[in-house]
T-cell receptor, first 122, second 109 residues
């Protein structure tokens, strides 16, 4: 498929365990984003990768959260020692290029989302 | 800081027109996006405004006023399948999107 894919679609884990969530962006997209969405809430930004630049980790809620992006493509979000408040849907998005100010639409810098991973911490 | 406000819920009738408002206060502005999200699904892109004015795409239109920090999404000829959450998101001077809490729209027969 041509879209963003994520795995697993659902993950149930016990409190204190580590989990890894995977994101495969759209081929050729240089930017990759992770968001978290709690039930009935908006999207909370977690981390952003752009090409070979250092990632923007400003949205990570604690040092239990980390992410890497290997080869500029696939990304893994790792949550260590999971807590019940980590339960949420974790969404990954990718976009083609980093746009400057007043970049015209055409959707060049539009973020396209994957289906998400629903994480439940018991 | 970033602050994006939109109504939590709206209800409208099939065939009618509904306007979903979004106001924002952000440090830097590089465009405003609207996304549609059906329950249990990923957000899907609807529209993008970076200049003032109205962008029309079929039954959906989006308006932006940068001086007022205001946007709206207009949905015409509502259909039952339009029942979803509508997310307003602002891109700052970098490439980051800050999302509002979303507006849950219920379309009734």
């Amino acid at each position: 498929g041509a879209g963003v894919s994520q795995s697993p679609s659902n993950k149930v884990t016990e409190k204190g365990k580590d989990v890894e969530l995977r994101c495969d962006p759209i081929s050729g997209h240089t930017a990759l984003y992770w968001y978290r969405q709690s039930l009935g809430q908006g999207l909370e930004f977690l981390i952003y990768f752009q090409g070979n630049s250092a990632p923007d980790k400003s949205g990570l809620p604690s040092d239990r959260f980390s992410a890497e992006r290997t080869g500029g493509s696939v990304s893994t979000l790792t949550i260590q020692r999971t807590q019940q408040e980590d339960s949420a849907v974790y969404l990954c998005a990718s976009s083609l290029v980093r746009a400057g100010p007043f970049q015209l639409a055409g959707g060049v810098d539009t973020q396209y989302f994957g289906p998400g991973t629903r994480l439940t911490v018991l | 800081g970033q602050n994006i406000d939109q109504p939590t819920e709206m209800t409208a009738t099939e065939g009618a027109i509904v306007q979903i408002n979004c106001t924002y206060q952000t440090s830097g502005f590089n465009g405003l996006f609207w996304y549609q999200q059906h329950a249990g699904e990923a957000p899907t892109f609807l529209s993008y405004n970076v200049l003032d004015g109205l962008e029309e795409k079929g039954r959906f239109s989006s308006f932006l006023s940068r001086s007022k920090g205001y946007s709206y999404l207009l949905l015409k000829e509502l259909q039952m399948k339009d029942s979803a959450s509508y997310l307003c998101a602002v891109k700052n001077a970098g490439n980051m999107l800050t999302f509002g809490g979303g507006t849950r729209l219920m379309v009734k027969p």
